[in-house]
C-alpha cells in the first residue's frame, strides 16, 4: 500500500506542476504575466543554490562546481521567483542529464558594473549526453523534448525551458546554448 500512496504523491506533484507549467505559458504569451522586481543580495541567492540545488546533485552523484567571478557583495533588483526558476530549470536539467559521477560547472563571467547597470553571464555547463543540432533550433518550444536512449520515457513535460526561456526574457536577458551529442551542453545566460 505505502508504494501504491507514493506513486500517487509522485504523479500528484507532477500533475500540479504541469498544470503550474501550463498557466505560466498561456500568461506569458498573452502578456499577463507580471514582474515583481526588488532586492535580491547574491548571498541570499547562494543560500538558495546550497539549499535546494546542491541536494538534487548529491542525491544524484553529480559535482556542482562553482567558478569565475563573484559579485557576493551585490544586490541586484529582479523578480526572485522567475530569477530562480530560471536556474532551478537549468541546473535541474543539467543533473538530470549528465551521469553520476559527472560535473556540471556554474561560471559568471564578464561581469560588468557602469554606475548602476550591472551585466553578467552565467554559464551552466554540464558533461551530459548533449543535443542535436536539429533538437537545438526547437529547444525552447514547449512540450518538445529529445529522447535520448537510455532515458525512460518518464523524463518530464517539455515546458521546463520553454519556461525558462520567456522567463529570461521577461526579465530583460538573453539565452544561448551550444551542445553536441555525448559532449554534454552548455547554456549561457546573459543579463543587463
Known sequence: ?????????????????????????????????????????????????????????????????????????????VDKLKYNRIFFNLLSNAAKFTPAGGTVMISLKNYRLEGKT???DCVISDEGIGMSERFQRKLFTPFEQERPSGFDDNMGSGLGLAITYRFVRLLGGSITVKSAPGKGSAFTVHFS
Open 1 to 77: 500500500v505505502a508504494g501504491f500512496l507514493d506513486k500517487i504523491d509522485v504523479s500528484g506533484h507532477f500533475l500540479l506542476t504541469l498544470v503550474n507549467d501550463i498557466l505560466d505559458l498561456s500568461k506569458i504569451d498573452a502578456g499577463k504575466m507580471e514582474v515583481h522586481a526588488e532586492p535580491y543580495p547574491a548571498e541570499e541567492f547562494h543560500k538558495y543554490i546550497n539549499g535546494v540545488i546542491e541536494p538534487m546533485f548529491k542525491a544524484k552523484g553529480v559535482r556542482l562546481v562553482r567558478e569565475g567571478q563573484r559579485f557576493t557583495d551585490r544586490t541586484i533588483i
Open 118 to 120: 550591472l551585466s553578467y
